[in-house]
């Protein structure tokens, strides 16, 4: 078993934005901005918008963090975003999700100007992404593929199983994995809540995405001798052994599948760090397209 570290991947990534963003400073050209607006105070999501504002830092990048309360309404969340969408030195920005339930989410991601919409979640892009036109690919799905394409991951021919529908990672990921491309050319099978014989199609997969956030749901019985596994998971589990009182547990049993494929992406340090790479690959991508 050979480990996919996404942690390494993506610090190959970090290190060659660095080197573009050091370039257009010595050049007088503008640094790229992305703005993040979180809503509310869930644990997750803080860490994560966190954990994407640190990379900007680390990279070079500007950021900004805006934050409301839970009960910030609909209106004032679209005034935000319009602000944004007309403010020449935000490049790109993202509207963490979930949202509270009285805020229409698809409306929020509507609103948002296409062209800087770095997370790749409005209809437009997510569309062009289907046809394989120029777009901004959503982070996690194109954080894998980048991820599997690094690591020397030949996908041609595969039999892929994804576990999930999920508009962020297993729709959009079954478009990009099944397009004739490589990492693609796989043979998907898109597999959900209502998918008969489940684990009888895991065990005949080559490649296994793993996206539902059911901590060890994928069990070494379900995988098949040298599969490649992903595991998108993230789920805080209380964990009494740890100072904050949880850990994060994929959605893999790490322990007993490592033993039987060829590749596994850890929790944490697989797919997570990918996906802020892929923003910051989208974040600088934004600039360049909009000629600054
Ligand atoms: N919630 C979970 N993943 C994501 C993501 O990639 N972007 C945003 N905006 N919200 C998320």
């Known amino acids: 078993m050979r ?23 010595e050049n007088g050209q503008k640094i790229p901005h992305l703005a993040a607006v979180l809503v ?9 918008v966190n954990a994407k504002v640190k990379a900007c830092e680390d990279i070079g990048f500007e950021s900004s963090l805006i934050r409301y309360d839970d009960d910030v309404t609909e209106d004032e969340l679209l005034r935000k975003v319009d602000e944004l969408n007309n403010d ?7 509207v963490q999700l979930p949202l509270p339930n009285h805020i229409d989410e698809l409306k929020v991601t509507e609103a948002i100007d296409p062209t800087k919409d770095v997370d790749g979640f409005h209809p437009t892009n997510l569309g062009r992404m289907v046809l394989n036109l120029p777009c901004f690919l959503p982070a996690t799905p194109a954080g894998i593929m980048e991820l599997l394409k690094r690591n020397g991951i030949k996908t041609s021919g595969m ?10 990672v ?19 099978t898109l597999t959900h809540s209502s998918t008969k014989d489940l684990e009888e199609k895991v065990k005949k997969a080559d490649l296994i995405i793993a996206a539902i956030g059911a901590p060890g749901f994928v069990t070494a019985e379900m995988v098949k001798e040298g599969a490649v596994v992903v595991d998108v998971g993230t789920t805080r589990v209380a964990d009494e052994t740890k100072k904050r009182g949880w ?11 490592a033993e039987k494929c060829s590749f ?13 790479a892929s923003l910051m690959i989208n974040t600088l991508k934004a600039m360049e397209l909009n000629n600054k």
Do not use: H, Q
């Open 40 to 48: 509310g105070n869930d644990g997750g999501s803080l860490t994560y």
């Open 247 to 257: 850990a994060l547990k994929g959605d893999v049993d790490f322990e007993n599948v």
């Open 3 to 25: 480990l996919l570290d996404g942690k390494a991947t993506a610090e190959e990534i970090r290190r060659e934005l660095r080197k573009a963003v050091n370039a257009r400073r």
């Open 264 to 276: 596994i992406t850890p929790v944490p340090g697989g797919v997570g760090p990918m996906t802020i």
């Open 88 to 94: 020449p030195d935000i490049d790109g920005f993202i």
């Open 159 to 168: 039999d892929c199983v994804i576990i999930g529908r999920s508009n962020i």
């Open 170 to 188: 297993g729709t959009p990921l079954s478009v990009m994995l099944s397009r004739s491309s490589e990492p693609g050319n796989c043979t998907v």
